[in-house]
Structures are given as C-alpha cells and as structure tokens.
C-alpha cells in the first residue's frame, strides 16, 4: 500500500501521552509539514506555535480546562509535553478552514513520524480573550490573528 495512503487510514487520535519529548527533528519535521497546508487563495496566513516549555504549556492547558468547564486538574491535552498552537489571521474570509488545514497536515506529520496526536479545541476562546492578546503582543504577532486549535 501506497505510505501516503496508509498514514491517511492509520491515523487515530491519542488520549493518553507519554511524559516523553518528542525529538528536535521530530517536532521540526512535523512543524515543517504543516507550514505546506493549503489555505485560502494561497494566502498562507496561518502561524504555527510550538510550546515544549513546561510552564507555558501548563499555563495553555488551564486556561483551556477554565474554558472547557472542567474540574480542576483535567488536562485538556491529555499530558502531552509538546503543543502546536494553531493561528490563523483573522481578516481572511477563509481563516478557519486555512487552521483547520494546517492542523490536519500537522496530525498526519506527526503520523507518519510515528508519534501521536490529538486535536484539541478552544484556542479560538483563548486568544479572543484579553490573556491571549496580552501574550500576541508580547510574542510580536499581530492582533488580527484568531486560535483555531491545537494538535
């Protein structure tokens, strides 16, 4: 079977992470992938930011739990050490669908790297909110942009 089409039917999402970071080459690869997501007139608005440091990957995963509702200690990314934040400018007519692209290919990277993965939502919710423009502007990116998800 052809490898393309056998990462397309074996990919499942994952719910239990070891506390293990991926590689270096692992994550660059899976990253590099999807920076090739189709969007919107080829406009390439979408931004991809990888969070392996602890701190702030906790930081993602409470604010997401507060908006998820759930009760305290739920970790919405299921103990994965790494998170790949999905960003997608906001002014483009097609901006969700753009995100939604970017976090597919990122999932089938990540897939074929043999590491496992899971779509996680309310990035939208976090970074409309005054937190999430607050760390836009401290990362230099502009306001304009809007959370799609995280893988």
């Known amino acids: ?19 293990d970071m ?51 200690g739920v970790d919405p990314f299921y103990g994965a050490p790494a998170i790949a934040l999905v960003l997608a400018d906001g002014s483009k007519s097609t901006w969700v669908e753009d995100g939604t692209n970017v976090l597919c290919y990122l999932m089938l990277a990540a897939k ?18 005054e937190e999430g423009k607050k760390l836009l502007k401290q990362w230099n990116l502009p306001e304009n942009l809007r959370g799609v998800g995280a893988v």
């Open 112 to 129: 074929a790297c043999d590491v496992s993965s899971v779509w996680v939502h309310r990035e939208k919710e976090i970074f409309d909110s």
């Open 22 to 72: 991926i590689t270096e080459d692992e994550l660059q690869q899976i990253l590099r992938a999807g920076t090739y997501a189709a969007t919107g007139m080829g406009k390439q608005s979408p931004i991809i930011i990888a969070v392996t440091k602890k701190e702030l990957r906790d930081q993602f995963a409470e604010e997401n739990r507060k908006i998820m509702g759930a009760p305290e």
């Open 1 to 19: 079977m052809n490898e393309t089409l056998k990462v397309l039917e074996e990919r499942r999402s994952c719910r239990n992470f070891k506390p």
